[in-house]
């Protein structure tokens, strides 16, 4: 099935019961006092996280989220039953917004938002009852419920972001540091969609975001990689992946900084490291590194060189950038 990561949604809560207007009546008491019940409110639609989900292909089928009404009150001080709440699951790292902007960002299972709020039940012509008027005809109408118009993305959460142009060796580095599968292929644009998987030990797991390939202009939208920043935005670090054997490894780290510095300048001061892949290639794998950045790694995933540092350098990163954080 196709990865989905961003729908429109439309919620429509419930409307709330209208407010009863009866009067008591029994024979030879024709003039009972009032006893109308209220209306119960309309049940609402609520967003929850669900441990499982990993993109919105579900809610993208299910655009129409409707939350039912509450029941009219009714005679004899029967308040009426409130109408259930939706409960939509959507995957970790969802963020809504209506007309109006931000209406939620959903991080960490269970996380809950209420998208549209059910309408208030009417009250009862019973509620009305005052000295002044012992017997008050009339009873509040219930409330129309909230009908919403959402906007729906996924950003994907995770430790450690990959990123790199296209054919970097990206995927191929996810698939030997953690057991996820993801497509290898030697042409560009194997990767389409996030893939993410977990390495590290059980004490300090961390998730790894293996991320499409940017090219030079992706942050204005060029190739794919613009549909896929935003899900770099979640990465508390990064690895900026790079092919050593590549024509021109400088050039090809500046581009993937300046990608990433438009799109967003905040990702220029996340926490990353340079990490220069297919050291088997080439002669002099970690001068080629150092000429990148100081503190560049070289790897080779075919011979497996330099994947253990490079592994304890991510669980240290992705440590740390969890303790810098707010
Ligand atoms: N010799 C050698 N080849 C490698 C190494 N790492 C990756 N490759 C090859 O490089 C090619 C691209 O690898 P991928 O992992 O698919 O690259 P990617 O960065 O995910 O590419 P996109 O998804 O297209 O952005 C594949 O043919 C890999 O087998 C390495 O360390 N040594
Ligand atoms: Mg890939």
Redesign the pocket.
Known sequence: MAFVDECTVFARAGRGGNGSASLHSEPYKPLGGPNGGDGGDGGSVVFEVSRGLHDLAWLADHPHQTATAGEPGRKSNRDGATGADVVVPVPDGTVVFDERGLLADLVGEGARALVARGGRGGRGNAAFASARNRVPRTSEPGEDGEEKRLRVELRTVADVG?V????????????RLTAAK???????????TPNLGVAGSDADRFVVA?I??LIEGASTGRGLGHRFLRHIVRCRALVL?V?L?AVDPQQDLATLRDELTAYDPELATRPSIVVG?????VDEPAEIADSLDADALA?????GDGLDELLERLGLLSRNAERSEP
Do not use: E, H
Request: hydrophobic fraction near 40%; aromatic fraction near 4%; charged fraction near 20%.
């Open positions: 990959l790199g142009l296209p054919n970097a060796g990206k995927s191929t580095l996810l698939a993801p497509k290898i292929a030697d042409y560009p644009f194997t990767t389409l293996d499409p390939g992946v092919d054997a892949t297919k050291a088997d290639l790897v080779s995933a075919m011979t």
